[in-house]
């Protein structure tokens, strides 16, 4: 395997404390992370795509499953995206009831499951030798209930055209918590993204999960080694490529959610393009050992202003920039990072503030940072200047799906747009004050994720029109 690589991997781990987690064991919680955060873009995909009465169904199944008493920006959980996912697909015809139980019994099993090939990323020529790869079929979450049947393992290469990988009869103590591996060649050597869907069948009913992407890339360990052979600094933020590119290939794991490696190679190598969200800076060392790291994803013009998505603690940093509707916001370069907690070496908000505007800065980047904060990082971020005369961003963008009884208490200390439940549904109604507004919004985070892009899109112009005022609009 390629050295560069391997010198990646041991440079992560003397960032690790003793007493903290093995690199093995934080990229395992990671590649969860990431599996977890993946189902909700998959959801968005197919949620962006379905018609008014799919999206009524999948809502009201989010509305059934949603928990008593638990926060109302607490993010949904594994299966309960993935029922909402089921509620999206049309009921399949001709079977009847007793069929159509079979069928979401069977959909409920696949849906626990999370396909965990290895190698992950692969170059046409190990294909093209007949080379193996080893597939686990992992338990993301405890699946309602094992049966045997016949599973299949079926890929769906770039062009569309689908072929089966595996197929055979399984009992259901192969669905234990420990799953299970076969070994079956390389799909093929046609550059691009592969998907491997995994599908059950039982007394002629049959139930698919969507696929695990696995790419090929043309000369793939060449252009690895140009890449990473002279990392020597464990916060260059090619870093958590390289460690990412190292488990990917060895061992399956996702630990960066939708990174493409072609994408990430042609922006390293220089090729012109939009090669989607890159990392950008390192951010800082959280308490566990692992490095965090500022994402950054350029509009297709000029930028004159920064906007700062600062993601919930359970989230991936990059995640929400791997939708392509940020890049839609003219005018805003968009990061993406999270808040430190202050322990151990995480260090203070105020210092990774400064970390951001001294890059931006250098670069000849200027122009004002506003901050977009949603689940725990809303608090996190108030929390961190409280009480501060001044802080090192503009202005604020909350998204909240808590219901808010009185509206002044959605006041602060600089501009700030508020987008909740029970706000107002044009900008002409929802001013607060001269500096405030409060938008309606979903009150199911879930939905409020997806929304969150356009909804910011359609209600920024008052926000510019303070932050910019005496300045020309951007090309």
């Not at 030798?129 to 338990?139: D, H, I, K, N, T």
């Not at 979450?141 to 045997?148: E, L, R």
């Not at 608090?379 to 009185?406: I, K, N, Q, W």
Request: charged fraction near 25%; include cysteine; aromatic fraction near 6%.
């Amino acid at each position: 395997m390629m050295l560069a690589i391997f010198c990646a991997l041991t440079l992560q781990a003397q960032t690790v404390e003793f007493e903290a987690s093995t690199p093995l064991e934080l990229a395992l919680d990671a590649h969860f992370r990431v599996a977890r955060i993946e189902r909700e873009l998959a959801f968005f995909d197919a949620y962006a795509a379905a018609g008014e009465e799919a999206r009524a169904r999948a809502i009201l199944m989010l509305e059934r499953l949603r928990t008593p008493g638990s926060a109302s920006d607490a993010p949904s959980d594994s299966q309960t995206v993935a029922r909402a996912m089921a509620a999206l697909a049309p009921q399949p015809e001709g079977l009847d009831a007793e069929q159509l139980l079979a069928r979401e019994r069977l959909q409920a099993l696949v849906d626990a499951f999370e396909l965990e090939p290895a190698p992950g990323v692969f170059e046409g020529a190990a294909a093209r030798a007949g080379r193996l790869m080893r597939v686990e079929v992992a338990s993301l979450y405890m699946p309602p209930a094992s049966m045997g049947g016949t599973l299949s393992l079926l890929w769906t290469g770039p062009d569309g055209a689908q072929h089966l990988g595996y197929r055979g009869s399984v009992g259901p103590e192969v669905f234990g918590p420990k799953g299970f591996a076969v070994e079956l060649p390389l799909p093929g050597h046609a550059p691009g993204s592969w998907s491997l869907a995994i599908e059950i069948e039982r007394n002629g009913v049959s139930a698919r999960r969507a696929g695990t992407q696995v790419e090929c890339v043309d000369d793939l360990e060449a252009r690895a080694h140009a890449q990473f052979d002279d990392l020597e600094d464990p916060t260059d933020p090619r870093m958590p490529l390289a460690v990412w590119m190292s488990i990917l290939t060895q061992r399956g794991l996702h630990t960066l959610a939708r990174v493409s490696a072609a994408e990430q190679l042609a922006r390293l190598e220089g090729r012109t393009g939009d090669h989607g969200a890159y990392p950008w800076a390192f951010a800082f060392e959280s308490a566990d050992g692992s490095p965090r790291w500022i994402w950054r994803r350029d509009p297709p013009g000029e930028a004159r202003g920064t906007l700062l998505l600062l993601a919930p603690t359970a989230e991936p940093a990059e995640a929400s920039l791997s939708r392509k509707e940020w890049s839609r916001l003219s005018g805003w370069r968009v990061l993406s990072t999270h808040i430190p907690g202050g322990a151990g070496k995480e260090g203070s908000t105020a210092a990774l503030f400064a970390r951001i505007t001294a890059k931006l800065e250098a670069a000849g980047e200027r122009g004002p940072i506003v901050c977009v904060t949603r689940g725990d990082s809303l608090g996190r971020l108030a929390m961190a200047f409280h009480g501060a005369s001044e802080r090192p961003y503009a202005a604020e963008v909350l998204s909240t799906c808590v219901v808010v009884e009185d509206p002044t208490t959605l006041l602060g200390p600089m501009p700030r747009l508020i987008l909740a439940p029970g706000g107002r549904a044009s900008l002409a109604e929802a001013k607060l004050d001269e500096r405030s507004w409060w938008i309606d919004s979903a009150s199911l985070p879930l939905i409020a994720d997806f929304e969150l892009p356009a909804r910011l899109e359609a209600a920024l112009a008052p926000l510019e029109k303070l932050l910019f005022a005496g300045t020309k609009a951007p090309k």
